[in-house]
């Protein structure tokens, strides 16, 4: 079965197609709009996603050497995200469907990232645990069969991935900001500031990320850096790298802590790493330490898979499909959309 797949949630435009569940190209186009602001600018990206669809998609078909005449079905990201954004992918590919002919799922883009670790050739065995680390969420996921699965936390406030963007804002590193703070934190000491770990209440797998963040901000009101990038100007590298290693160093260790004591308290031995944050270093190194100390097993994707991407859409649709579920063309965008449950 051949299944093109399209991703508009957010900030990426992006188009997959899959074979057999294999994917045969994932072409993602990254909006640098949003760059100077900070953070995604809504009405910005969906004007960007309009501008992008048609070429990210004929691109997708031409790198998987396919004609459109050949795609069985179609699946599209129906949230949560953007509305406005979301609009253009998922009517696209609703159109492109009916114009066809061919059956059209739409897809929970959470479920997108949690199944994401299924297009590697080494895949995590059932039950498994799976962090879910992105922009817009952190949450810890007991899957027990395809689409049988339990969000047994996730965060309070802030996602990690929103702290990471907030933080690279506050030392004027830009958006996205996990990938400066990442590269910058190879070159410091992640024990120089001591940055708080908020485990909450004993027992609960729940996160909680605004403290961190709030603490960096005092302590760079405290060196008189303020919170509008002077810190990139004033600091030399050795301070920002050191910045940058102890704020995510403070994010690793709960994250490490909460999977590991997770996988532990469920009994499981696989835990699948998903979402934009799981392609920082420093994470996927400490999981799988920590993860080997108690003799569990720790599967990422590659980058392109772990950032938003129609190939996590094309697989999910694809999981979808050959249990033969397809959507109306009424089903609606949806900025918010439980995760927990099972396909429906
Ligand atoms: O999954 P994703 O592409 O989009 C959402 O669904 O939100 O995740 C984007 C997030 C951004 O917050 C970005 O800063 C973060 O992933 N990110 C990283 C790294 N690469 C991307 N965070 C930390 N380290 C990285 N290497
Ligand atoms: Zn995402």
Known sequence: ??????????DETS???LVDGKAVSNVISSQLIHSSYGGVVPELASRAHLRLIIQVVEEALAGGGMKKGQIDGIAATRGPGLVGALLVGLSFGKALAFGLGIPFTAVNHMEGHLYSVFL?????????????VSGGHTMLVHVEAPFRQTVLGETRDDAAGEAFDKV??????????GPAIDRLARE??????????????EGTL???????KTSVLYYLRREGLGESGAARTLLDGKQMADIC????????????????GAALRLGVTDIALVGGVSANSSLRRTLRDEAGKCGCRVFTPRSEYCMDNGAMIAYVGWMRLVRGLTSVYETPAAAYL????IAS
Request: hydrophobic content about 55%; overall charge negative; some cysteine.
């Open 168 to 177: 690279a804002k506050m030392l004027g590193l830009g958006y996205p900001g």
């Open 1 to 10: 079965m051949i299944v093109l797949g399209i991703e508009t949630s957010c």
């Open 120 to 132: 590697e050739e080494e895949v995590p065995a059932y039950p498994f645990l799976a962090l879910v």
């Open 245 to 260: 290693a102890s704020f995510q160093a403070a994010i690793v260790d709960v994250l490490v802590a909460k999977a590991t």
């Open 206 to 212: 729940d996160f909680s990320f605004s403290g961190i």
């Open 15 to 17: 188009a997959a197609l």
């Open 188 to 201: 410091g000491d992640p024990a120089a500031i001591r940055f708080p770990r908020a485990f909450l209440e």
């Open 338 to 341: 439980e995760l927990s449950g």
